[in-house]
């Protein structure tokens, strides 16, 4: 358990209202990562951040807004929503160290957009 | 520019088969790590293995194996005798270190069934 919570768990929202998934860590880890799961395309990192008020952006970073500050608060904002942003999302962790970098998810979250 | 390529979408056979998942990947880095991942039906993603760039040792941890090629770059899954709770669809993963610290990006998956 690498103390991931996200939340909301299940939302559906309609086009063009504004939506904030939360992503909160128990055990202080650095990095932290919103992906998008769809078929076909596997994970795609949207941002990821690596300290607080340090964000940067991933693949599919249009119309996705990020914050980060407080350590162990991550949160993935979607402006407008649009049925296209109808996805999976997981919040990940990145645990550090002479191991090496490992990524960790949380449980994802449902978003659709009608 | 990173990628990770899994041109396998789909593959199914029967039990107590052996399967292989193909991972090839692309990087400049001279440093990276490599992962598997396996997601159930339930949906969490399961980390099952990580290697460094340095380290070309092929790992076997039970059932499973893993062939780390740095000269084709690829990074194979084994399942030897495979079971029906192998079923799942499982990612491969290539991280790399950024000015702004590790990003990791996967492959499309390859979705596994095992059938009994």
């Known amino acids: 358990d690498a103390g991931i919570t996200q939340s909301p768990r299940h939302k559906v929202t309609e086009t063009g209202t504004p939506v904030t998934l939360r992503c909160h860590q128990t055990?202080?880890?650095?990095?932290m990562y919103w992906y998008r799961q769809d078929p076909g395309h596997g994970l795609r990192l949207i941002h990821y951040?690596?300290?607080?008020?340090?964000?940067d952006k991933g693949e599919v970073s249009d119309g996705y807004s990020v914050s980060r500050s407080k350590t162990e608060d991550f949160l993935l904002t979607l402006e407008s929503a649009t049925s296209s942003q109808t996805s999976v999302y997981f919040c990940?962790?990145?645990?550090?160290?002479?191991?090496?970098?490992?990524?960790?998810f949380g449980e994802g979250s449902w978003l659709t957009v009608v | 520019a990173q990628k990770v390529t899994q041109a396998q979408t789909e593959i199914s056979v029967v039990e107590k088969e052996d399967v292989t998942l193909d991972c090839v990947y692309e990087?400049?880095?001279?440093?990276?790590?490599l992962f598997w991942y396996k997601q159930p039906p339930s949906g969490e993603l399961v980390f099952l293995i990580r290697?460094?760039?340095?380290?070309?040792q092929n790992e076997i941890s039970g059932r499973y194996s893993w062939n780390f090629q740095k000269s084709t770059s690829s990074f194979n899954f084994t399942i030897t005798a495979s079971q029906v709770v192998d079923s799942a669809v499982y990612f491969c993963?290539?991280?790399?270190?950024?000015?702004?610290?590790?990003?990791?990006?996967f492959g499309a998956g390859t979705r596994l069934f095992v059938k009994a």
């Open positions: 990940a962790i990145s645990s550090t160290g002479t191991a090496g970098n490992t990524i960790y």
């Open positions: 055990e202080n880890h650095r990095y």
């Open positions: 951040s690596y300290g607080v008020k340090d964000t």
């Open positions: 990087t400049r880095d001279t440093t990276y790590y």
């Open positions: 290697r460094n760039s340095f380290d070309e």
């Open positions: 993963a290539l991280s790399v270190l950024n000015t702004g610290g590790f990003k990791t990006i």
